[in-house]
């Protein structure tokens, strides 16, 4: 492609993207289209031995892929947790991929490390963290590598830094701690960390589906009396199923007290830290060794998008530093930071771009609005809920996620679920809590998402349980 039709079919394609973005709830939120589908309409396809027009490789792309598109864009996707994006953010992934740089060492870009420094220390002060966080800051791809990050970190300390070199044979048993509610990312980082899933202890949580730190405490005790080494704790501020925040000062006080590495998982939840009303959920936070949060869940910011802080990153670089005579550059060690060291990869994307432009697009306030106004929209959504009979909150609301039911039974509940998501107006997914009962999510975090979206959501949700009710399905 030459550099003349790379800026025809760039404009046009960014036209498209922003047609796309402005008429995104015009489409069926989950794809429609059923497993092989896709592969089938790609039959015919196979690599061209000379290269193909950029118009025939483009119309399959609108012909052929997009009917497999889910559409994470649209304003009436309420599932999962979002991933939102931003005008400013595209931008500044469109701008790293035409730098096309890879960040690895300082030398191999420093402003892509001293951006990545400077926007993360900013982000200390607006979202009120603690100030020794600051020159600990990291983008990382995902919040599951920050935790294994965090996890493999607690393991080299705990193993007073051998393990990396020595290997695991001659260490007593880990153990690593989180709740019944934690995201699997917990668990999949202690399997790679060589502890084993089976010695991942899940602690009971209470009615609010936080932690219970007097059981973590327990749990601790009796590994360390059987000879078992714990190595990790993770909390996590907002459960992926219910939005749930454990107490993170009280696990923080039991982590220092049996000197354990301490991380906090607040991957959705953590984007709301930049609105000082909800800081006072995150009280504890300072005693955490690593945090981390997902800006591409909740700030605008395009997947993937990960901020990690360390308390003490020499802990992190001891763990993960690597190297070889081809990576050594002529800045002495102190000088610069290499953030080949603070995380698995070597290679890494110049991401602080696009956090730095979504942060002057927006400016604080803008971040601000944008948070409060989804918090408000669920909140009118949980009074729906109340106000109506045939309903029940499953769990009191936290920020912006609604835990709801049809009362009825489980069953019931997933027919209902079933019937939206098959209108294919809105998206929504479900959970099980402790008590085991299939419950429905409402989650509002995506860009676009207004009060006209959540109104009609509503509604459809009304109109699908009506017809299950009146016994029509
Ligand atoms: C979404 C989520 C994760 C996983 O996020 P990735 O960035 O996809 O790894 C981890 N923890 C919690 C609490 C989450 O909600």
Redesign the pocket.
């Known amino acids: 492609m030459s550099a003349q039709d790379f800026r025809t079919h760039g404009h046009a394609m960014v036209d498209w993207i922003a047609d796309y973005l402005e008429n995104a709830e015009a489409y069926p939120v989950l794809s429609q289209s059923q497993p092989g589908d896709i592969r089938a309409s790609l039959a015919e396809d196979s690599i061209p031995e000379t290269g193909e027009s950029w118009d025939d490789i483009w119309s399959d792309f609108t012909k052929k892929i997009m009917p497999g598109i889910t559409h994470w864009q649209s304003p009436n996707f309420f599932a999962y947790?979002p991933a939102n994006v931003s005008y400013p953010s595209i931008l500044g992934e469109l701008l790293s991929a035409g730098l096309g740089v890879n960040g690895m060492l300082w030398a191999t870009s420093p402003a892509a490390t001293e951006l990545e420094t400077h926007v993360l220390d900013q982000l200390v002060d607006a979202m009120g963290l603690p100030d020794h966080f600051k020159g600990g800051g990291v983008i990382q791809d995902?919040?599951?590598?920050s935790?294994l990050c965090a996890i493999l970190c607690g393991r080299e300390q705990a193993m007073e830094w051998q393990s990396n070199e020595s290997g695991l044979s001659n260490q007593p048993q880990m153990a690593v701690y989180t709740s019944t509610q934690a995201?699997s990312?917990v668990e999949k980082a202690a399997k790679i960390a060589g502890v084993g899933s089976s010695f991942v202890r899940l602690i009971d949580c209470d009615s609010t589906h936080a932690m219970r730190p007097e059981d973590l405490r327990a749990a601790i005790q009796s590994d360390i009396a059987i000879g078992i080494q714990p190595i990790a704790v993770s909390a996590?501020f907002?459960?992926?199923s219910s939005l749930a925040i454990d107490p993170l000062r009280a696990v923080g006080d039991i982590c220092h007290e049996f000197n354990i590495w301490y991380h906090v998982?607040a991957?959705?939840a953590g984007s709301a830290l930049i609105c000082p009303e909800f800081r006072a959920l995150a009280d504890g936070l300072e005693s955490a060794d690593s945090f981390c949060f997902?800006p591409?869940?909740w700030l605008l910011t395009n997947f993937?998008l990960?901020v990690m802080y360390v308390k003490e990153p020499e802990r992190l670089v001891r763990t993960l530093a690597i190297l070889p005579e081809y990576l050594k550059t002529k800045q002495v060690k102190d000088d610069v930071i290499n953030y080949r060291d603070w995380h698995v990869p070597l290679g890494r994307r110049f991401r602080a771009l696009k956090l730095w432009f979504v942060l002057r697009t927006y400016g604080l306030s803008g971040l601000r609005t944008f948070i409060r106004e989804h918090v408000r929209l669920v909140e009118m959504f949980e009074s729906w809920v109340r106000e109506d009979e045939r309903f029940e909150l499953a769990t009191p609301r936290i920020l912006n996620l609604v835990c709801f039911r049809l009362i009825g039974g489980d069953e019931v509940n997933e027919r209902l679920l079933h019937r939206i998501n098959a209108a294919g107006q809105i998206y929504m997914t479900h959970t099980k809590l402790p008590d085991g009962h299939y419950t429905l999510r409402f989650c509002v975090a995506q860009t676009n998402t207004q009060e006209q979206h959540v109104r009609s959501a509503w509604e459809c949700i009304l109109a699908e349980a009506t017809s299950i009710l009146d016994g029509r399905y």
């Open positions: 947790f995902t919040a599951s590598n935790t995201h990312s996590t907002g459960t992926t998982d991957a959705m997902n591409h869940k993937d990960d």
